[in-house]
């Protein structure tokens, strides 16, 4: 059971560049998320898609978009980068409400170490 | 708007010694709470939650309970290992809606523990 898969592992962009990070979970969770994590600040949301067809905006949305491709996929798209969007990126999956209420939280992919120059 | 607030770090302990971690958060409602420990290299992995007041979360030695009354939710071992050290993040997601992993997260505390 591989949990979320992101993609790639490592990326260095030049200012300007245009890239996509993958994500795929395989636990039939029906919410995925983008945060991204910064030294000091802890993990700030980026985008979420509750289900299979909506996406809403988080904390720092600016220069990012997403695309929810299926249920198991929720790509992350930087169009122009930019320093300031070096960072680590993590995607992230959810349950929803189970039969007992919610219970909350998420599971995480490995990270993606992006670098801006 | 929802917040969370852990204390300073980094933390240093001696393999044995005794470990707090203090969280307190800012909500509306009654949230979910959280731990999560990241190793290095590694992504988040949840260590623990609580999901109503007076709670008790636990796994792997580690603690936390769920104090609506001082709006708290510290995490606590008895007695620390090398293995445990690692990056810890307090988190909260709101009560009701479908989207629970939409999490705050504290700014996280760098454990480092020393044999």
């Known amino acids: 059971n591989a949990g979320v898969t992101q993609t790639p592992k490592f990326q260095v962009l030049k200012t300007g560049q245009s890239m996509t990070l993958q994500c795929a979970q395989d636990?039939?969770?029906?919410?995925m998320y983008w945060y991204r994590q910064d030294p000091g600040m802890g993990l700030r949301l980026i985008y979420y898609?509750?289900?299979?067809?909506?996406?809403d905006k988080g904390e720092v949305p600016n220069g990012y978009n997403v695309s929810r491709l299926n249920k198991r996929e929720f790509s992350l798209r930087l169009e122009s980068a930019a320093p300031s969007q070096t960072s680590v990126y993590f995607c992230?999956?959810?349950?929803?409400?189970?039969?007992?209420?919610?219970?909350?939280?998420?599971?995480f992919g490995q990270g993606t170490r992006l670098t801006v120059v | 708007g929802n917040s969370v607030t852990q204390m300073e770090g980094p933390v240093t302990l001696s393999e044995e010694a005794f470990l707090t971690i203090n969280c307190t958060y800012t909500a509306t409602g009654y949230p979910s709470l959280f731990w999560y420990v990241q190793y290095p290299g590694e992504g988040l992995q949840l260590l623990l939650k609580?999901?109503?007041?007076?709670d008790k979360g636990s796994n792997k030695g580690f603690e936390a309970t769920y104090r609506k009354e001082t709006t708290s939710f510290h995490l606590e071992k008895g007695s620390v290992q090398v293995s445990d050290s690692a990056v810890y993040f307090c988190a909260l997601s709101r009560s009701g809606g479908t989207s629970y992993g939409k999490l705050t997260f504290g700014q996280g505390t760098i454990l480092t523990v020393h044999p």
């Open positions: 609580a999901t109503k007041a007076d």
């Open positions: 636990m039939n969770h029906n919410s």
């Open positions: 898609s509750a289900s299979e067809g909506t996406t």
């Open positions: 992230a999956s959810s349950e929803g409400r189970s039969g007992r209420g919610p219970t909350g939280g998420a599971f």
